[in-house]
């Protein structure tokens, strides 16, 4: 086949996935039909994180017809952050990609990714053309990506779009921590620092077809303002701190 392009030669595409046994199917194969026209090597990975509906067996018979697609399955759920590093972890190709598997992404757009990826490039973060959720969501939304954008100096026009294809030898010299939503504000600092090269494709974003996100409830909002908080302390004002500690005159 001909490559779409020259600078993208194999994609790893990664779905963390809990509770998402009426969507993660179509996500796996609408990213198996569009890679397959795209690269001539790429895997699929879906992230079961501890589901208590039918994923799991979805995944099973689904490997059966995909035979690009791997499963790995946690036993318990270890929260959105720990089923990015699992999925991170497991990517073995040149570029790796994630979107999450409720299917408010339409996983086929990631061919806009891997034709925005050049050789200049490391990161293509999408952004939300429009936003499909409740008006509440959408305050809410907007408000946590300035927020973000102030505390940790990031200049992407939307922080919070899981919608990512990322060089993976960027990967490789990052270790992330976060267990929550937090991971992506965790990413996109630490990629910060290296100096990657970004750039950003709109993308599709719609209303949630199934189930109910598993962000707004008040323990995991909870969870995730601490992780937040502690990693701004970590990462923004020890840091200062310390270079205030060892500036000449201190």
Same mark, same amino acid.
């Given at each position: 086949?001909?490559?779409?392009?020259?600078?993208?030669?194999? &994609?790893?595409?990664?779905?963390?996935?809990?509770?998402?046994?009426?969507?993660?199917?179509? !996500?796996?194969?609408?990213?198996?039909?569009?890679?397959?026209?795209?690269?001539?090597?790429?895997?699929?990975? @879906? /992230?079961?994180?501890?589901?208590?509906?039918?994923?799991?067996?979805?995944?099973?018979?689904?490997?059966?017809?995909? &035979?690009?697609?791997?499963?790995?399955? %946690?036993?318990?759920?270890?929260?959105?952050?720990?089923?990015?590093?699992?999925?991170?972890?497991?990517?073995?190709?040149?570029?790796?990609?994630?979107?999450? *598997?409720?299917?408010?992404?339409?996983?086929?757009?990631?061919?806009?990714?891997?034709?925005?990826?050049?050789?200049?490039?490391? /990161?293509?973060?999408?952004?939300?053309?429009?936003?499909?959720?409740?008006?509440?969501?959408?305050? /809410?939304?907007?408000?946590?990506?300035?927020? @973000?954008?102030?505390?940790?100096?990031?200049?992407?026009?939307?922080?919070?779009?899981?919608?990512?294809?990322?060089?993976?030898? !960027?990967?490789?010299?990052?270790?992330?921590?976060?267990?929550?939503?937090? /991971?992506?504000?965790?990413?996109? %600092?630490?990629?910060?620092?290296?100096?990657?090269?970004?750039?950003? @494709? *709109? @993308?599709?974003? %719609?209303?949630?077809?199934?189930?109910?996100?598993?962000?707004?409830?008040?323990?995991?909002?909870?969870?995730?303002?601490?992780?937040?908080?502690?990693?701004?302390?970590?990462?923004?004002?020890?840091?200062?701190?310390?270079?205030?500690?060892?500036?000449?005159?201190?």
């Amino acid at each position: 086949m001909t490559v779409r392009n020259p600078a993208v030669t194999s &994609v790893s595409a990664f779905f963390p996935c809990y509770n998402d046994e009426h969507s993660i199917a179509g !996500m796996v194969r609408d990213a198996s039909a569009a890679l397959a026209d795209a690269v001539d090597d790429f895997e699929i990975i @879906v /992230i079961d994180d501890g589901s208590t509906d039918g994923s799991l067996d979805v995944l099973r018979a689904l490997a059966e017809e995909v &035979v690009e697609l791997r499963i790995l399955a %946690h036993p318990v759920n270890r929260g959105y952050g720990g089923a990015l590093q699992s999925g991170f972890a497991a990517a073995t190709k040149q570029w790796v990609f994630y979107t999450d *598997g409720d299917a408010q992404y339409d996983a086929s757009e990631v061919v806009r990714c891997i034709d925005a990826a050049l050789d200049d490039v490391d /990161i293509v973060q999408g952004y939300k053309i429009g936003r499909g959720d409740e008006w509440y969501r959408r305050i /809410i939304g907007r408000a946590y990506h300035h927020a @973000v954008k102030l505390l940790f100096g990031l200049s992407v026009r939307d922080t919070d779009c899981d919608f990512r294809l990322i060089r993976s030898s !960027m990967m490789d010299r990052i270790a992330l921590t976060s267990t929550s939503g937090v /991971i992506c504000v965790e990413l996109m %600092h630490s990629l910060n620092q290296l100096d990657a090269r970004f750039v950003e @494709v *709109g @993308v599709s974003h %719609h209303w949630r077809p199934y189930g109910r996100s598993q962000f707004f409830r008040l323990p995991r909002i909870a969870r995730s303002a601490q992780q937040l908080f502690a990693l701004w302390w970590r990462v923004r004002v020890v840091p200062s701190a310390r270079s205030h500690v060892g500036a000449p005159g201190a």
